[in-house]
């Protein structure tokens, strides 16, 4: 099992006092106990990861590296908040992480990764505004992330990861949308998304987060397609979604994010069939 390998790594890397090597591990059991919903189990291996990461970062200021892994931490603190729904200190860790990369990208302005990262962060301090639904706010995390990666994206097309940014971004536009019912706005960006995802699937047809991404947003489409009532497209767009999902649910049966997407999926259809019958 991967927990139990990643722990005696870990564990490894201490006794060698070997900074990188427990970042790595406790980052990777972090998202390995994240991934299974063990919340709190989750904080206190990224909160660990945090320390070393600020040590480092402390010691020497200009190394922009042990930065960047102090901005990742942040990022990881901030969405086991995001995920226990505690928005205000989810934002305060997404906040300072995107402040350490707008920082990284000033110095170094030609690292295209480190760009795309803080386009991430413009995401992460997005979501967080709209759990406390401050949507302004988040519109605007939001767009500043999609700006990032159309340029990104055009200036390297093969790059799947930067692809998978912008659709990320193009989601939570309409996410925003959405919650103020803006559906055609809101139709246009999970479009976007949508279009990005079917590309990437099918140049990767096994790669699981793709075919989550993509689920999940023929999910947001059927939503919208059902409030504007163009339910024959709503039902079109929710029965892609349950086929995605199901694969997904065949290769994992215990995942539970997962089965709930599948359970969500299924809840629109049968609310759609009462509708039409009514």
């Not at 990643?6 to 070997?18: A, I, Q, Y």
């Not at 299974?36 to 660990?48: I, P």
């Not at 505690?86 to 030609?110: C, D, G, N």
């Not at 055009?154 to 536009?173: C, F, T």
Request: hydrophobic share 35%.
């Amino acid at each position: 099992e991967i927990e139990t390998v990643v722990r005696e790594s870990l564990e490894l890397f201490k006794d060698l006092k070997e900074d990188d090597g427990q970042i790595n591990a406790l980052d990777l059991l972090g998202d390995t106990l994240f991934d299974q919903r063990r919340w709190a189990e989750a904080l206190s291996e990224y909160e660990t990861f945090q320390q070393i990461a600020a040590r480092l970062a402390q010691k020497d200021p200009d190394n922009a590296t042990w930065q960047q892994l102090l901005s990742v931490s942040r990022n990881k603190v901030g969405r086991v908040y995001e995920a226990g729904d505690r928005h205000e200190e989810a934002l305060r860790e997404h906040e300072i992480s995107k402040k350490i990369m707008e920082k990284i990208v000033q110095q170094y302005p030609e690292n295209t990764d480190w760009r795309c990262e803080l386009a991430a962060s413009h995401g992460h301090v997005g979501a967080a505004y709209r759990g406390e639904k401050r949507w302004g706010d988040a519109l605007l995390e939001y767009e500043a992330s999609k700006q990032i990666m159309l340029g990104l994206s055009q200036k390297d097309p093969g790059n799947a990861g930067w692809w998978r940014e912008l659709a990320a971004s193009h989601g939570g536009l309409g996410e925003i949308h959405q919650a103020e019912g803006r559906n055609d706005e809101a139709q246009r960006e999970y479009g976007a998304a949508k279009q990005i995802m079917l590309k990437l699937v099918e140049q990767d047809p096994g790669n699981t987060s793709w075919l989550r991404d993509l689920a999940r947003f023929h999910y947001r489409l059927g939503q919208v397609l059902t409030a504007q009532g163009s339910m024959t497209e709503a039902l079109a767009e929710h029965e892609r979604s349950i086929s995605v999902t199901e694969r997904l649910v065949e290769i994992d049966p215990r995942n539970p994010k997962w089965q709930d997407d599948l359970k969500a999926s299924h809840e629109a259809m049968e609310k759609l069939d009462r509708q039409d019958k009514g």
